[in-house]
């Protein structure tokens, strides 16, 4: 029987069409701002989320997984996002006002690079970012 993290991915995997590094990142990005926000999935209609991200893949393929970790999507327009030339996601809950900022770290950031440059972006790589803990990947600040 899978796990709850591995379903998350399978679902994830129908919606986007592959599993990416990028997918994942967006995944546990999500999954992180609800654990520092203290909400769980039912409360998570109240989360909006703000994306700052390069908008062509395999950086943008983020996005798609922040969708499916905190139902911010596009549609229901809890999800807004803009070109950057790097990733950071805040995150604000409606009724209370809580705002998390998610960035990725500067060492995960130059991983990422230099796996890019070595085109070892693949599903098995992004297997292995699913099990990192989420300090090593992302800074993440409580305002």
Excluded at 26 to 34: F, I, S
Excluded at 53 to 81: W, Y
Excluded at 104 to 118: A, G, V, W
């Amino acid at each position: 029987m899978p796990t709850e993290q591995q379903a998350l991915i399978e679902f994830a995997r129908q919606l986007h069409g592959h599993v990416g590094p990028y997918l994942i990142i967006g995944l546990k990005m999500g999954a992180a701002a609800k654990k520092a926000l203290n909400i769980s999935d039912s409360e998570s209609t109240h989360l909006r989320a703000e994306v700052s991200v390069p908008l062509f893949p395999p950086f943008s393929c983020l996005l798609d997984g922040i969708q499916v970790s905190t139902t911010c999507t596009i549609g229901n327009q809890r999800l807004q996002f803009n070109n950057a030339k790097t990733i950071q996601a805040t995150f604000v809950m409606e009724e209370s006002g809580k705002v998390v900022k998610i960035s990725l770290t500067k060492p995960f950031s130059k991983i990422l690079d230099e796996q890019k440059k070595q085109d070892k972006l693949t599903e098995a790589y992004s297997w292995e970012l699913a099990d990192l803990p989420e300090n090593q990947i992302f800074s993440i600040a409580l305002e």
